[in-house]
């Protein structure tokens, strides 16, 4: 089984300013690992993946993630958000094996709040 | 975007009541899914289906039945609502194996159970 830690509910931060979003992961297998953005009264849109490969990923909206499996980590960064960046952010696991197939393990997600 | 659609989008009903939400996608995809948020719980497996006929149960089941008759329908009912299903529920797709290897989620209904 898979857990998914969010460390902080909520990070408000200065327009322009960089972010970093924190996430760890606990699994016994390999795994896939998602960020997940839900902007207000609407569904979840995928940000960015790591299936396999290069451990650092970019994404849409300059958004970039770096998977690091000594730490179980893969945080979510961008070096200068906009106010339109003001969303609900979640992490997300399955397992690696089952080809993504099997349903995402989320974490309870951080809200995102951009100040002028 | 995903072709996918729920409806309906908002309801509200009284305890005891039967209620069916349905998942309608048009991308021919293998895997359908039900979720539900809530606040402090991020999103959370109800069960999901690998192919037509094919359900399996997911973290928060109980309550919960799902049948899938056809590729592009995935049915979620509460035989007796209760107020603590009150939340939203999103429907995901995926096509393992595929060059996206991600799960794609509709627009989501608002439950209200009273």
């Known amino acids: 089984a898979q857990s998914v830690t969010q460390l902080d509910s909520q990070v408000p931060v200065f327009e322009e300013a960089p972010v970093e979003l924190r996430c760890n992961y606990s699994?016994?297998?390999?795994?896939?690992l998602f960020w997940y953005v839900q902007y207000p009264n609407q569904g979840l849109q995928l940000l960015l993946k790591?299936?396999?490969?290069?451990?650092l990923v970019k994404g849409i909206n300059g958004f970039e993630a770096e998977f690091n499996k000594s730490q179980t980590s893969f945080h979510l960064r961008k070096p200068s958000v906009h106010i339109s960046d003001t969303a609900e952010y979640f992490c997300?696991?399955?397992?690696?094996?089952?080809?993504?197939?099997?349903?995402?393990?989320f974490g309870k997600g951080t809200h995102l709040i951009i100040q002028p | 975007d995903a072709g996918i659609t729920q409806s309906p989008r908002h309801k509200v009903t009284e305890t005891g009541t039967p209620v069916t939400l349905r998942c309608h996608q048009t991308?021919?995809?293998?895997?359908m899914y039900w979720y539900r948020q809530d606040p402090g719980h991020g999103l959370r497996l109800i069960h999901y289906?690998?192919?037509?006929?094919?359900?399996d149960k997911g973290e928060v089941s109980d309550g919960y039945s799902v049948s899938r008759s056809k590729t592009e329908d995935f049915l979620l009912t509460l035989e007796s609502a209760t107020s603590s299903q009150t939340s939203v529920y999103f429907c995901?797709?995926?096509?393992?194996?595929?060059?996206?290897?991600?799960?794609?989620f509709g627009p989501g209904t608002r439950l209200t159970v009273l």
């Open positions: 289906s690998y192919g037509v006929k094919d359900t």
């Open positions: 699994s016994s297998v390999s795994v896939y």
């Open positions: 991308e021919n995809h293998r895997y």
């Open positions: 995901a797709i995926s096509e393992p194996g595929g060059p996206y290897n991600e799960q794609f």
């Open positions: 790591y299936l396999s490969g290069s451990t």
């Open positions: 997300a696991v399955s397992p690696g094996g089952g080809g993504g197939a099997d349903g995402l393990t």
